[in-house]
């Protein structure tokens, strides 16, 4: 059986019983966010059962903040909207940080073709650099927050782990981990002549399998190490599904029947945990944005020539 978490507000996080949750809705937006998948053009960074889990267990969780790291062309940031949208008792918001602006100048045109500019009210879609984004600020009067973790490398991981997670602790929040497969289900488990994985060359470079993660992206390290020391459970979709599944046949049949082989697949790529699952207290990495460590080898390199010229400031 899925291992079913109820956690500290007493909420039950099922990726498997989302997608059964709302299956009627799914449904009956297939051929709206067909289009709208279309109209992005880029499934290859995020498949259309992708979104059809992702809107599931955002609508299931209802937040009334969704705060997406790495938008690109904007299937994400697309599904989001489109979930703040169906969310409207939520009064939902999706905050979407990303160093391009692609999505403004490349898809906005397209998806505009199959929305209203109404539709993309709930959306603030800034073109920033996740480290320096005034996380205090931004986050203050919501109160229950999805973040959507996209963006990669170990200064991203360390902003979501040492900046954003401290501040969403004590709130209802649910972080969900792009681009982890879980091992027990995905294949490559051989090297395949490749060497060890060092840094993320996706996607034709080295994979890393660290317990039931399968990954290419730094995020798998140090979310491993930060759920180890926290002693909080890394789970993934691919779980929930297969065994929520296997288990209910009917439902299965009923699954596939309804949302089709396009938009229904038992695989999703993808984990999610939360805090919530245990009170606190939780221990978190320092978090030093770029233009301090800066600062800090600047004043360093000040101070070594000041001693170096013998004066106490340079
Ligand atoms: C995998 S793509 C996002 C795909 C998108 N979520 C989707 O569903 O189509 C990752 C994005 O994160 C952005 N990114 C990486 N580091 C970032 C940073 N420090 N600040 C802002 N964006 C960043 C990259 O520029 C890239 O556009």
């Known amino acids: 059986m899925e291992d079913m978490i109820k956690n500290s507000y007493n909420q039950v996080i099922s990726p498997a019983m989302a997608l059964w949750n709302q299956r009627i809705t799914l449904e009956k937006n297939k051929e709206h966010l067909l289009k709208l998948i279309d109209a992005v053009g880029c499934q290859n960074d995020l498949a259309a059962y992708q979104w059809a889990q992702l809107l599931a267990i955002t609508l299931d969780f209802k937040p009334d903040l969704i705060l997406e790291l790495g938008r690109l062309s904007g299937n994400s940031t697309c599904m989001f909207t489109e979930a703040a949208n169906l969310l409207e008792a939520q009064n939902c918001s999706v905050i979407s940080l990303c160093l391009t602006d692609d999505f403004q100048k490349k898809t906005l045109p397209k998806v505009l073709r199959v929305v209203s500019e109404e539709w993309l009210k709930p959306l603030q879609a800034l073109k920033c650099d996740i480290l320096f984004f005034n996380y205090e600020k931004a986050l203050k009067d919501y109160n229950r927050i999805l973040v959507f973790w996209d963006a990669h490398g170990y200064e991203v991981a360390e902003c979501v782990l040492g900046k954003i997670l401290p501040l969403i602790a004590d709130r209802p929040h649910l972080v969900i981990m ?137």
């Open 178 to 314: 792009h681009d982890l497969s879980d091992a027990r289900y995905s294949s490559g488990k051989e090297y395949g002549g490749k060497q060890l994985w060092k840094r993320n060359h996706y996607p034709e470079g080295s994979r890393m399998r660290l317990g039931h993660i399968d990954s290419a992206v730094e995020q798998a390290v140090a979310i491993v190490d930060f759920a180890s020391r926290n002693e909080i459970a890394l789970e993934s979709a691919d779980h929930s599904q297969q065994t929520y599944f296997s288990g209910n046949p009917d439902k299965l049949a009923e699954m596939k029947q309804l949302l089709g082989k396009e938009f229904f697949s038992l695989s999703a790529h993808w984990f999610w945990f939360t805090l919530n699952e245990r009170p606190g207290p939780y221990t978190f990495p320092k978090f030093v944005p770029p233009v301090e460590i800066h600062r800090t080898f600047l004043q360093r390199f000040r101070k070594a020539i000041g001693i170096l010229l013998g004066r106490d400031t340079f």
